[in-house]
């Protein structure tokens, strides 16, 4: 009962920070109220101890106390009903009705209650709007001004004497009790309204510092953000690097062309003014510059530049050591060289190119910004340096194996030709001329024989068979006679060819009948050997038949004495 009877009497709950603060303060206004009403009630039965004779006075001081005990009672019902307005109107004017009714009944204008009226303005402009408080002034004036003409005219009469001090220091009093109790709600609810709003200043700057932490942790997400993704621009820049290395390798047949169009990839994709190759010489000792991606690193190149391995230089020392280097400032390295074809190098970075750890080169990369390098730049541009490094020496170890399957094809086509002819019995040379096939000895003496004539204009066709060169056809023109055009040196090609393949298919065609005769050799001897099975006629008849198929002068044929000596070996004829 008890926890009823105080959440009666306590502020109404509601959702709303107006109407909340508006029932807070309306529930303190109507504890004085019922404190007043309470008090006004006792002091009815007071009044009498203190002013004997004036009992005409108890019982409208006991009615409107006890209507405000129960006005109280039902104001509270609606409050906490959520008509938080309605009951704060119903309050102020049921007090302002209140003051004006009991000044009218005791003392009109002269009844110090209607100083109360300024509670009932008060009560208006703290429960209400400020335009209650301006609506109940006026009603207050002009409640005033009918009470003072209403006496004036003789129509207020009252009981109530001027001369009686206590009403009128109680009525005085009570006001100024009410109205400072006023003012200290009032008070309290601006102390609250002032900490809630030093509250939410405090908030707001807690919320400015997490802002601005927020802010600073945003701006280094940025920064981080904005690393990640220069890196990973970088990376997709050496991806596409490497991609393009990769295909400059397979359609690059030269070195040297592969070299010029890597230094100016590089250049082109990661943004540098200057990208320079150097390969080591055989010696070991230089470092010579031999693509460059910018015109005064190719005209270094045409002046002959060079750098000593191991010496005082970014590249010298790079190939030396095979170690990385990076100038931040050139003003400020040890290792840096200027040049006057490059004046605009502020940074450099330069790279070994080396294969299974031997150092071929170096690749110099120069920037015209200050610290436009980074240790982090390392790996990327030393993966690039190593795949150039060995496309390079692929191109190298292509064109030494080319230049030895040109030597060993030059060697085997000498010893094919002398072979071929060898085994055909070719030793001289035949010639067309003047209407009349010439035999000659040696076929060095065509060239002999159109030098003593006088025959410049000679055209010499090559003879293959099997792609070796077996000899070759001496086309003697006219002097005065023009260039070959090219339907007739496909023609005397295809002649050529045509003659080659001739000599070939003669060769087989010999050579499988020289096969055919010792088969049938072989057989025919195998044949008589085998007509006979004793071991002397068998000797005399392998004899006679090798002799007179091979066309020997004397074959003997022996049994051995001691099996396990080895043979005496020759070649079977003397």
Do not use: C
Not at 253 to 282: C, K, N, P, W
């Amino acid at each position: 009962m008890l926890k009823g009877i105080r959440k009666f009497f306590a502020p109404p709950e509601v959702e709303d920070a107006e109407q909340k603060q508006s029932g807070a303060l309306l529930s303190s206004i109507l504890h004085i109220h019922l404190g007043t009403a309470i008090f006004g009630f006792v002091l009815a039965f007071v009044i009498p101890i203190f002013s004997p004779g004036k009992y005409a006075i108890i019982f409208p001081v006991l009615g409107a106390s006890i209507f405000g005990i129960v006005i109280t009672i039902l104001m509270r019902v609606f409050m906490h009903r959520g008509y938080i307005r309605a009951v704060a109107g119903l309050l102020t004017s049921s007090l302002f009705l209140l003051i004006v009714a009991f000044s009218a009944r005791n003392g009109g204008i002269h009844n110090p209650a209607l100083s109360a009226l300024v509670i009932a303005i008060l009560i208006a402009g703290i429960t209400l709007r400020l335009r209650s408080a301006i609506l109940f002034s006026g009603l207050s004036v002009l409640a005033l001004f009918g009470l003072y003409q209403l006496q004036a005219r003789g129509y207020i009469t009252s009981e109530l004497s001027s001369t009686s001090t206590i009403p009128v220091w109680f009525l005085i009093t009570a006001t100024i009790l009410i109205g400072g109790l006023l003012m200290i709600i009032t008070r309290r609810s601006l102390n609250q309204t002032y900490q809630k709003y030093q509250q939410a200043l405090q908030t707001v700057d807690e919320n400015k510092a997490t802002l601005s932490e927020t802010q600073t942790a945003l701006k280094d997400d940025r920064l981080i953000l904005a690393e990640q993704s220069n890196k990973l621009e970088r990376y997709s820049r050496y991806l596409e690097s490497s991609a393009a290395i990769t295909s400059t390798a397979t359609t690059s047949r030269d070195s040297q062309q592969f070299l010029d169009r890597i230094a100016m990839l590089i250049s082109e994709q990661f943004g540098h003014y200057h990208t320079g190759i150097y390969l080591v010489d055989e010696a070991n000792e230089w470092a010579v510059f031999t693509a460059a991606s910018s015109p005064g690193g190719n005209r270094l190149i045409t002046q002959g530049h060079r750098v000593q391995v191991g010496k005082q230089s970014v590249v010298g020392f790079v190939v030396g050591l095979g170690q990385a280097h990076i100038a931040q400032n050139t003003s400020s390295d040890s290792l840096f060289v200027h040049q006057p074809e490059l004046p605009a190098t502020n940074s450099e970075i330069a790279l070994p190119l080396k294969v299974s750890g031997e150092v071929i080169g170096a690749i110099d990369i120069q920037d015209m910004q200050l610290n436009r390098f980074a240790q982090d730049d390392i790996p990327t541009f030393q993966s690039l340096a190593d795949q150039i490094a060995l496309v390079i020496n692929n191109h190298r170890l292509q064109q030494q194996a080319q230049q030895n399957i040109a030597e060993m094809q030059k060697l085997y086509g000498e010893i094919s030709q002398a072979v071929w002819s060898e085994q055909h019995g070719i030793s001289g040379a035949y010639r067309f001329s003047q209407g009349q096939v010439q035999a000659l000895k040696n076929p060095s003496d065509t060239e002999t024989l159109l030098a003593d004539e006088g025959q410049n204009n000679v055209v010499k066709l090559p003879i293959r068979v099997r792609g070796n060169v077996v000899g070759y056809i001496d086309i003697v023109r006219q002097m005065d006679a023009p260039e070959l055009s090219v339907e007739e040196k496909e023609l005397m090609d295809t002649l050529s060819d045509q003659l080659g393949v001739a000599m070939e298919s003669a060769s087989l065609f010999q050579e499988s009948q020289r096969l055919a005769t010792d088969e049938r050799l072989v057989s025919e001897v195998s044949a008589r050997i085998r007509e006979t099975l004793d071991i002397n006629t068998i000797l005399k008849t392998a004899a006679a038949e090798i002799r007179q198929a091979t066309g020997l002068h004397e074959v003997t044929v022996r049994l051995a004495a001691d099996t396990s000596t080895n043979p005496r070996r020759g070649n079977g004829h003397k």
